[in-house]
């Protein structure tokens, strides 16, 4: 079945950095555009950046941008996201979510989520 | 930015009534090209994620019980449950993937009466 594992959260100090890993099964990763959403603590959800299938292009919410990195390794069917400068505000529920088979951004299939906290 | 804005924050019905969740957005997320609407609902559990209901505003995500519908077009939807079961008790998004950057509603929190 399709599935969607995150790893690499943790507690962590402002400034510092964290990298998120997504792992994929059940499906042909390397033919699926890939999401990252997170959610805070008792919050709703926030949309933080895609990757194309073929790691082509990549697009990030303002909020992100310039500090995070998203990128893809398809030969292991892994997602990534590289989180640099963390600040109080990055504490969130982090998940993966693939584009739909139609190829359009809405997300058929999400992980179960990796908490990050920072603080210090 | 595209701005969606749910109403209400949150609802109580009965079970066996009618719920309905509205989704308002800043700017029209119908595509002209396809006459489809970029609008996608969302349904989160406590301690889970979120679960794709509807999409195209309107096309049931496999395996969703059909009492779940969407509708609307332009920059007005609903989400509508005909007949609550205890199961549906959830926050519900909307969410537009009509341009970067993709947006969520606030959440609407339903709830038994």
């Known amino acids: 079945q399709v599935q969607l594992v995150e790893s690499g959260g943790g507690v962590v100090q402002p400034g510092r950095s964290l990298r998120l890993s997504c792992a994929a099964s059940?499906?042909?990763?390397?033919?699926?555009?890939m999401h990252w959403v997170r959610q805070a603590p008792g919050k709703g959800l926030e949309w933080v950046a895609v990757i194309w299938s073929d790691g082509s292009k990549t697009y990030y919410a303002d909020s992100v941008k310039g500090r995070f990195t998203i990128s893809r390794d398809n030969s292991k069917d892994t997602l990534y996201l590289q989180m640099n400068s963390l600040r109080a505000e990055d504490t969130a529920v982090y998940y993966c979510?693939?584009?739909?088979?139609?190829?359009?951004?809405?997300?058929?299939?999400w992980g179960q989520g990796a908490l990050v906290t920072v603080s210090s | 930015d595209i701005v969606m804005t749910q109403s209400p924050d949150s609802l109580a019905v009965s079970l066996g009534e009618r719920a309905t969740i509205n989704c308002k957005s800043s700017q029209s997320v119908l595509y002209s090209s396809n006459n489809k609407n970029y609008l996608a609902w969302y349904q989160q559990k406590p301690g889970q994620p979120p679960k794709l209901l509807i999409y195209w505003a309107s096309t049931r995500e496999s395996g969703v019980p059909d009492r779940f519908s969407g509708g609307g077009s332009g920059t007005d939807f609903t989400l509508t449950i005909s007949s609550l079961q205890a199961e549906d008790v959830a926050v519900y998004y909307c969410?537009?993937?009509?341009?970067?950057?993709?947006?969520f509603g606030q959440g609407t929190k339903l709830e038994i009466k």
């Open positions: 979510a693939r584009t739909s088979v139609s190829g359009s951004s809405y997300f058929d299939c």
């Open positions: 969410h537009q993937y009509y341009s970067t950057p993709y947006t």
């Open positions: 059940g499906f042909t990763f390397s033919t699926y555009g």
